[in-house]
T-cell receptor, first 113, second 113 residues
Framework: NAGVTQTPKFQVLKTGQSMTLQCAQD?????MSWYRQDPGMGLRLIHY???????DQGEVPNGYNVSRSTTEDFPLRLLSAAPSQTSVYFC????????????FGPGTRLTVL | KQEVTQIPAALSVPEGENLVLNCSFT??????LQWFRQDPGKGLTSLLL?????REQTSGRLNASLDKSSGRSTLYIAASQPGDSATYLC????????????FGRGTQLTVWP
């Protein structure tokens, strides 16, 4: 199993540009989520999904869109990048029954100029 | 909302010492509490998961305990090594929002030879 994979690893954008951060998992997990990590703030939840076709907002959803068309993939879209979105983004997944260990991807480091 | 606090924020010790990292949470109605390790510039590696019905989990030199009634978890590292140097993150879920994790800001550990 590859676990949770994320692409790209690094990205530099200009203010106003849009892009999609990719996340995929091969563990057949129902639950997937996106977090951002900022210095001194810890990890904060952006959006999450409990299954294909179902998404919901987390703590800091503004400026981001998500969709879940398959169990495996959960892309995060930045609609119009702003410098405040400079951060490290992590995708995570877990099953919703039994032993709910969360698995994290390696992260995407995004800089918005 | 679940609030997670980790003490201390930073810890520097000589090799060989036994360490205790503390985590407290405000909502005791949790399903799981999970400890992660994060190396600089890297993703999160799961160390231990304690389910609400358990009081502790052990993996090698690591032991994590959970006291739901007092809202506390402790990560014990025995015979610390320089390779243990990293940031340790505690994350708790909340019974009403299964799957969503609330993170502390971490304890940055340095073990010097």
């Amino acid at each position: 199993n590859a676990g949770v994979t994320q692409t790209p690893k690094f990205q530099v954008l200009k203010t106003g540009q849009s892009m999609t951060l990719q996340c995929a998992q091969d563990m057949n997990h129902e639950y997937m989520s996106w977090y951002r990590q900022d210095p001194g703030m810890g990890l904060r939840l952006i959006h999450y999904s409990v299954g294909a076709g179902i998404t919901d907002q987390g703590e800091v959803p503004n400026g981001y869109n998500v969709s879940r068309s398959t169990t495996e993939d959960f892309p995060l879209r930045l609609l119009s990048a702003a410098p405040s979105q400079t951060s490290v983004y992590f995708c995570a997944s877990t099953g919703l029954a039994g032993y709910n260990e969360q698995f994290f991807g390696p992260g995407t480091r995004l800089t918005v100029l | 909302k679940q609030e997670v606090t980790q003490i201390p924020a930073a810890l520097s010790v000589p090799e060989g010492e036994n360490l205790v990292l503390n985590c407290s949470f405000t909502d005791s109605a949790i399903y799981n509490l999970q400890w992660f390790r994060q190396d600089p510039g890297k993703g999160l590696t799961s160390l231990l998961l304690i389910q609400s019905s358990q009081r502790e989990q052990t993996s090698g030199r690591l032991n994590a305990s959970l006291d739901k009634s007092s809202g506390r978890s402790t990560l014990y590292i025995a015979a610390s090594q320089p390779g243990d140097s990293a940031t340790y993150l505690c994350a708790a879920d909340r019974g009403s929002t299964l799957g969503r994790l609330y993170f502390g800001r971490g304890t940055q550990l340095t073990v010097w030879p």
